[in-house]
C-alpha cells in the first residue's frame, strides 16, 4: 500500500476531524453569542469573530471536499437470480462518492458456481447495460 492509509481508516479519520471541527465551531458561536460586544441588530460583526473561527470555517470546508470524493454511498440489494434457488444469495453492491462515481458489484449465485461481474459507474449511470438490481443498488446508494 505504499505506506498509505486503507480508504476506510482514512474517510473514517476524515469523517472525525469534520465533527471535532463543526463542534467547535459550535461551541465559538455559543461563546459568541453570550458576549454581546460587537453585535449590532443581531448580527456579529466579522470584526470581532476571532480568527481560529474563521480558519475551523476553512478547514470544515476543506475536509467537506476531501470528502465528497470518497466511496460513501453505499447500497446493496439481495435478489435470487434463477426461480429455482432461494435465500437471496446473489447481491448487486453501489459503491459511489457524492458525484454518483464508483463502481456496482455483482455477484451472481448458481447451484454449481458463482459469478462475479464489475462495471464502472460515472455520474450515476453506466455504459454498460445494467440489470434491474443493479439499477436499484444505484438508485439506493444516490438517496442513501
Same mark, same amino acid.
Request: overall charge negative.
Given at each position: 500500500m505504499n505506506g498509505s492509509l486503507p480508504a476506510a481508516l482514512l474517510v473514517a479519520i476524515l469523517l472525525a476531524l469534520l &465533527?471535532?471541527?463543526? %463542534?467547535?465551531?459550535? =461551541?465559538? &458561536?455559543?461563546?459568541?453569542?453570550?458576549?454581546r460586544p460587537g453585535r449590532r441588530h443581531g448580527r456579529v460583526d466579522p470584526a470581532t469573530v476571532p480568527a481560529d473561527v474563521a480558519g475551523l470555517r476553512g478547514e470544515v470546508q476543506a475536509l467537506r471536499a476531501e470528502v465528497s470524493e470518497a466511496l460513501r454511498h453505499l447500497a446493496v &440489494? #439481495?435478489?435470487?437470480a434463477? *426461480?429455482? /434457488? *432461494?435465500?437471496?444469495? @446473489?447481491?448487486? /453492491?453501489?459503491?459511489?462518492d457524492d458525484g454518483g462515481n *464508483?463502481?456496482? =458489484?455483482? @455477484? +451472481?449465485? *448458481?447451484?454449481?458456481e458463482a459469478r462475479t461481474y464489475a462495471k464502472n459507474v460515472s455520474g450515476w449511470s453506466?455504459?454498460? %447495460? =445494467? @440489470?434491474?438490481?443493479?439499477?436499484?443498488? +444505484? #438508485?439506493?446508494?444516490?438517496?442513501?
Open positions: &465533527v471535532v471541527a463543526v %463542534a467547535a465551531l459550535a =461551541l465559538a &458561536v455559543v461563546a459568541l453569542r453570550r458576549n &440489494v #439481495r435478489y435470487d434463477f *426461480g429455482d /434457488m *432461494g435465500g437471496h444469495l @446473489s447481491w448487486s /453492491m453501489a459503491l459511489l *464508483g463502481i456496482v =458489484l455483482t @455477484s +451472481i449465485h *448458481g447451484r454449481s453506466c455504459d454498460q %447495460a =445494467l @440489470s434491474p438490481e443493479e439499477d436499484e443498488a +444505484i #438508485r439506493f446508494a444516490k438517496s442513501a
